[in-house]
């Protein structure tokens, strides 16, 4: 039982590269959750998917694009990188309702650093 | 007023010391309430979890909510060294759609 997985666990980028982070969880959740965390800044929720085949905007969602491929996968695209997106990447996976008590389980994180 | 706040920190601790986090929120409608524990480079990792009134106890770690004041706390007893990391605040609802709002986080040092 991994939990939730990510990857890469790092890259450099250089501004206006495109690149899509991963996003897997095997606990069968509903929710998956796609945050970036910046000093000072706390945890940003960047989009988020409350069930296969929804995606919604979060806090912060210019310049990123989401996919839920699946019951999965989550998967969080920059279409053309620029330094203020230079941040560590979590996403998240959450079941609701009678299946799950809403506990919300991270990743390990994506460093990126777009020059 | 911010949904969730956090007494920003930083803290230091010698070891031994009782540690009190604590948060406030202003939506009485939250249901949940979770403490995670974030090493240095890491993700945060769920800690306690809860969604009543009163404490609940795990170890060293015992979390306090007080829904009529608005207020959770986590308290570490005999805190440690490797106790040192951010704590973060986490409240949520219980729609189908609803999200964590997280505090921003504090840093605690454990001083050996």
């Known amino acids: 039982n991994a939990g939730v997985t990510q990857t890469p666990k790092f890259q450099v980028l250089k501004t206006g590269q495109s690149m899509t982070l991963q996003c897997a969880q095997d606990?069968?959740?509903?929710?998956m959750y796609w945050y970036r965390q910046d000093p000072g800044m706390g945890l940003r929720l960047i989009y988020y998917?409350?069930?296969?085949?929804?995606?919604d905007k979060g806090e912060v969602p210019n310049g990123y694009n989401v996919s839920r491929l699946n019951k999965r996968e989550f998967s969080l695209r920059l279409e053309s990188a620029a330094p203020s997106q230079t941040s560590v990447y979590f996403c998240?996976?959450?079941?609701?309702?009678?299946?799950?008590?809403?506990?919300?389980?991270f990743g390990p994180g994506t460093r990126l650093t777009v020059l | 007023q911010k949904e969730v706040e956090q007494d920003p920190g930083p803290l230091s601790v010698p070891e031994g010391a009782i540690v009190s986090l604590n948060c406030t929120y202003s939506?009485?409608?939250?249901?949940?309430f979770m403490w995670y524990r974030q090493y240095s480079r890491k993700g945060p990792e769920l800690l306690m979890y809860t969604y009543s009134s009163g404490n609940k106890e795990d170890g060293r770690f015992t979390a306090q909510v007080d829904k009529s004041s608005k207020y959770i706390s986590l308290f570490i007893r005999d805190s440690q060294p490797s106790d040192s990391a951010t704590y973060l605040c986490a409240i949520g609802g219980t729609g189908a759609n609803s999200k964590l709002t997280f505090g921003k986080g504090i840093t605690l040092s454990v001083r050996p």
């Open positions: 939506n009485s409608a939250f249901q949940y």
């Open positions: 998240a996976s959450r079941q609701m309702g009678l299946a799950g008590r809403g506990e919300q389980f």
């Open positions: 606990m069968n959740h509903n929710s």
């Open positions: 998917s409350a069930s296969e085949g929804t995606t």
